[in-house]
């Protein structure tokens, strides 16, 4: 397995590697990584000659008051992880490497990333299509995998590479829980036993949420009230609990076939998102 720290290398072997007709399959991640990263892996494994991962936390996409700094790391138990899952390289940067300091140039989706997490962080998904980009440029993938657990950013990420006719195709990847229904997160090691315990409320009111409204669509409003009310008599404290349509991240309509059910909650200090998509 090839480890590249700088850009400008990893370009270089990945031109060449364009240039020998090899495919590459990419799974941008921030490290940390446990088995939705390595379901992700897995599929461009399946799909590419070439898997690169790179692993980068990236700064422009955390607000100041955010957990940047404290964004867990463990950078041999990753590259042992990824070596055992078929990784062929990996790019890990420094953010000066990344980012030059005077840098002045921004990608921004301007629709989809509106509500949910865009609401909430509203520097986030700006950091995340401009990184995105970025890797991109450098890693020259014919796929991407990007996982379901961040379903708005995979559907950002699909909007940005449409409309900025990247040659890169986006693979969905189903989001991967832990056997009690927790979605894995690299942030669950910041959550207490008793947190953790807590926080299976996201997933049971969103799962409990789902089945009514596919029961019955005219409860729609009704039964998110109740998720977001159950999550928060569990301890949580509601940042959002939403429904939107898939395609244009606005309220459902008559003709929304596809829709998103996404919560995000702290417990204790620690933010959790999780969703459920389905048909209307
Ligand atoms: P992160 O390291 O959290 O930025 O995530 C990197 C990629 O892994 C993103 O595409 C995430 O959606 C994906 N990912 C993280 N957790 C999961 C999970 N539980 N299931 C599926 N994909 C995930």
Redesign the pocket.
């Known amino acids: 397995m090839k480890i590249f720290n700088r850009g400008s290398e990893l370009q270089k072997y990945a031109l060449e590697l364009k240039r020998s007709g090899k495919t590459i399959g990419f799974v ?4 940390y990584l446990h088995d ?2 390595m ?2 892996i897995d599929i461009a494994r399946q799909k590419a000659d070439v898997v690169i991962v790179s692993i980068f936390v990236n700064p422009t996409q955390f607000a100041p008051n955010e957990d940047f700094d404290r964004y867990p790391r463990d950078f041999d138990g990753d590259i042992a992880k990824c070596a055992e899952h078929g990784a062929d390289v990996i790019y890990a940067p420094e953010a000066s490497e990344m980012y030059r300091s005077d840098a002045s140039t921004w990608v921004e989706e301007t629709v989809l990333s509106k509500p949910l997490c865009g609401a909430s962080r509203p520097v986030f998904y700006r950091g995340v299509t401009t990184v995105v980009s970025k890797l991109f440029l450098l890693a020259q993938p014919d796929f991407a995998v ?5 379903a708005q ?2 559907f950002v990420i699909q909007r940005m590479v449409r409309d900025l006719n990247f040659p890169v195709e986006i693979i969905p ?5 832990d056997a009690d229904g927790l ?4 942030r669950n090691r910041y959550l207490s036993a008793d947190e953790r315990t807590r926080a299976l409320s996201i997933h049971r009111s969103l799962e409990t949420a789902k089945k009514r409204i596919i029961a019955d669509r005219s409860c729609m409003d009704a039964a998110v009230k109740d998720a977001a009310d159950a999550i928060t008599a569990a301890g949580g404290r509601v940042d959002y609990v939403d429904i939107l349509d898939c395609d244009t991240m606005k309220y459902p309509g008559s003709g929304s076939c596809r829709v998103i059910l996404a919560a995000a909650a702290f417990f204790g200090t620690t933010r959790l998102i999780d969703n459920e998509i389905f048909d209307l």
């Not at 990847?173 to 829980?177: D, E, I, K, M, N």
């Open positions: 941008p991640t921030m490290g939705g990263h379901s992700l990007f996982g379901l657990k961040d950013q995979c990847a189903p989001l991967v829980r979605a894995l997160s690299s």
